[in-house]
């Protein structure tokens, strides 16, 4: 490609598809059993599944900034343009140390263009613009044309979520753990988004068939042209529901194009085992 696309673990994508599409990752630190893992690199995540399951606490960590700035110097001696499109500012600091680093090495190599995104997405979120920025770098797509259309899809990228077992969001301090002892004697599972990069919670649902149907009717309301998409699906270690979920779309509105993966170790430290989340632009862009 004649412009480098960056993406950090964020965004959930396979390692071996980063490696097969030439994409320069910046992983994130998975902290767990008294080590410390790179996020997608050297930790999978159904390890971090099983030990949470198993009662033990995954910690995570910003991509150092040293790594960063390994990469970023990587790129400037290649002397090709750069594009890095980062985890939302709201759920990490890597985007901003990555702005400090962008700094240091113009300094050393001040013609080189590398363009830095605050995403505002997570997840496959994130994955799906990664893989539309690859797609169009790998067609040829002027770099200031890229940047602009992927700052686009940024912005309309929808993201529905849900976690199976409020325990481990109590576990990581985000919510109370009298709400996750509640929550589980009802068999409550909340329905989150993501607004303006940050994780906000949009209602309280009993049981996972009307948690699903609730996603839908979400993404009917959100949604515009869904049949001409490239549909999202991730999932903490729970494949069957994610196949489900795909199942009830291509029924309601006829989807042909999905990408379904599991959720990373990082991301899934906090989420925990059987959260479902679903991606989808809320306006097509043609690109």
Do not use: W
């Amino acid at each position: 490609m004649s412009i480098h696309i960056v993406a950090d673990s964020g965004c959930d994508l396979p390692y071996s598809f980063l490696q097969e599409h030439h994409i320069y990752l910046l992983p994130l630190i998975v902290h767990l059993s008294g080590r410390d893992y790179e996020d997608a690199v050297t930790i999978d995540p159904k390890q971090v599944y099983e030990a949470m399951r198993n009662g033990e606490v995954a910690k995570t960590s910003q991509t150092s900034p040293q790594k960063i700035k390994e990469v970023f110097s990587e790129l400037a001696k290649d002397g090709r343009p750069a594009l890095y499109i980062a985890f939302s500012s709201e759920l990490s600091g890597t985007y901003q140390t990555a702005m400090m680093m962008r700094e240091e090495v113009l300094e050393q190599y001040p013609d080189f263009q590398l363009t830095i995104i605050d995403s505002k997405c997570a997840s496959l979120g994130l994955g799906l613009v990664v893989m539309k920025a690859s797609e169009l770098a790998q067609k040829g797509m002027p770099y200031e044309q890229l940047c602009e259309t992927i700052a686009a899809y940024c912005s309309r990228m929808e993201h529905i979520f849900t976690v199976d077992n409020l325990e481990f969001l109590a576990r990581g301090g985000r919510i109370s753990k009298a709400s996750a002892v509640v929550g589980g004697l009802l068999n409550i599972k909340p329905l989150l988004h993501v607004e303006n990069g940050k994780l906000i919670p949009l209602e309280k649902i009993r049981g996972r068939k009307k948690v699903l149907k609730r996603m839908l009717e979400l993404m009917e309301e959100r949604g515009n042209d869904l049949q001409k998409q490239l549909i999202g699906i991730s999932h903490g270690d729970d494949e069957e529901t994610a196949l489900e979920l795909k199942r009830q779309i291509e029924a309601k509105f006829g989807c042909t194009r999905f990408y379904i993966s599991q959720i990373g170790a990082a991301i899934g430290s906090h989420s925990g085992p059987g959260t479902l989340a679903l991606f989808f632009l809320n306006e097509y862009i043609e690109a």
